[in-house]
């Protein structure tokens, strides 16, 4: 059998006629660049997500830039990651000027441990940063608490959870990317929600924060020829944003099936001595956008899925704080020493709306047998 990571075909063969007609509209109207469908999918997301404001941007790292430009981050200014991410949440802090500071992760849901935040907060700092990561909202309700003590602003790292929730002291039920002053998504093909190429959006609900990201993602332009700032191109393509809006309508019943796979996967998964299935917390919903175990023997069991046909990654094997493009930051072994770790024994499965319990049942026998031997 052979398994892919993940099978984008399977999602697209749902939409077939709907992303042709999405595609073959923008080229009759030929509106490339800000066209329509930018404005229309903003307005649908923002809905999706529960937030008064979107703007459309050229990656999730984009988004994730700009809503830090628009908050007044720069040099001298210091922002608080999770040391086990995918390095862009720390690319985009550098992008600013201001410096990364990682804060080590929780051993259970692999979010940032708000308990060691306060111990990273100096004078500079700026912003708290939690990413959601693979689809599990990080501990909101706590790390506003501490924004709250500490006056700093909150920028959701959401490229992993779109639709994903989190139960709030109030009783709601909250959309990650609706929590902090901004919220950042990538519509990288391969995530929850995914175009035909990159794409990213930042959610807010102030109008400043809106206001700000406008512009400076379109070369700071207010309107036609008034530049008021020195602003980039980060633009959302009209077509992305046109297959986009067709790919939003099914993100919910996605999200569903990734939920239902891993359900079936725990099943299957629970009783295996040496694995460690994810662990979800009791108040969040969470949207796998990625199904991590954990073993001790990695190498051996990558293999051995490989070698049957399964599409296995690893996200990360190396935490951010020892890459060496942050060498220069002085961070060393032992700083982190839970995301050091994890770093070693996670292991991504293949997750996709469209996994079969049969899959999963061939994946599950590889791994007995691999953790037999
Ligand atoms: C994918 C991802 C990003 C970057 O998104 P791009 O669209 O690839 O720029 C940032 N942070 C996390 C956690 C991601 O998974």
């Not at 009759?28 to 941007?57: H, M, P, S, T, W």
């Not at 499965?349 to 899959?359: D, G, N, T, V």
Request: proline residues 5%; glycine residues 8%.
């Amino acid at each position: 059998m052979n398994i892919p990571f993940s099978d984008l075909n399977a999602q697209h063969k749902e939409i077939r006629k709907e992303i042709s007609k999405a595609i073959t509209g923008v080229i009759e109207r030929g509106d490339f660049i800000l066209g329509q469908d930018v404005a229309l999918f903003e307005k649908a997301f923002a809905q999706f997500c529960g937030v008064n404001y979107a703007v459309g941007v050229s990656s999730g790292t984009s988004a994730l830039f700009l809503a830090l430009r628009a908050l007044g981050v720069g040099p001298n200014d210091e922002v608080i990651v999770p040391a086990f991410t995918y390095i862009a949440t720390a690319s985009a802090v550098s992008y600013t000027g201001a410096k990364p500071v990682f804060v080590d992760i929780e051993e259970d849901t692999y979010n940032i441990d708000v308990s060691k935040i306060k111990k990273a907060i100096t004078k500079n700092t700026k912003v708290i940063m939690p990413v959601h990561l693979y689809g599990q909202p990080a501990d909101m309700p706590k790390i506003l608490e501490l924004a709250r003590q500490y006056e700093l602003k909150i920028v959701e790292d959401a490229a992993q959870a779109h639709g994903a929730k989190i139960k709030m002291p109030s009783g709601a039920w909250k959309p990650v990317g609706s929590i902090g002053d901004a919220g950042c998504f990538s519509f990288y093909p391969s995530k929850n929600l995914g175009g035909l190429g990159d794409g990213g959006l930042v959610a807010a609900n102030h109008k400043e924060i809106f206001d700000s990201v406008f512009m400076l993602r379109n070369c700071g332009r207010k309107s036609k020829y008034d530049h008021v700032v020195v602003g980039y191109n980060a633009r959302l393509d009209t077509l992305q944003a046109a297959v986009l809006r067709e790919k939003l309508k099914k993100l919910t019943p996605w999200n569903r099936m990734r939920q239902n796979a891993a359900k079936i996967y725990n099943k299957y998964l629970g009783d295996i001595n040496g694995v460690i299935i994810p662990y979800a917390a009791p108040d969040v919903q969470h949207v796998y956008h990625v199904y991590a175990i954990r073993v001790k023997n990695r190498e051996k069991v990558y293999q051995a899925l490989k070698s049957k046909g399964v599409g296995v990654i690893i996200h990360y094997p190396i935490p951010v704080h020892l890459q060496k493009a942050y060498e220069n930051l002085g961070y060393k072994k032992g700083d982190c020493p839970v995301s050091e770790k994890i770093a070693q024994e996670i292991i991504s499965l293949p997750m996709f709306p469209h996994l079969k319990e049969s899959q999963i049942k061939y994946i599950a026998n590889i791994l007995r047998k691999a953790l037999k031997e």
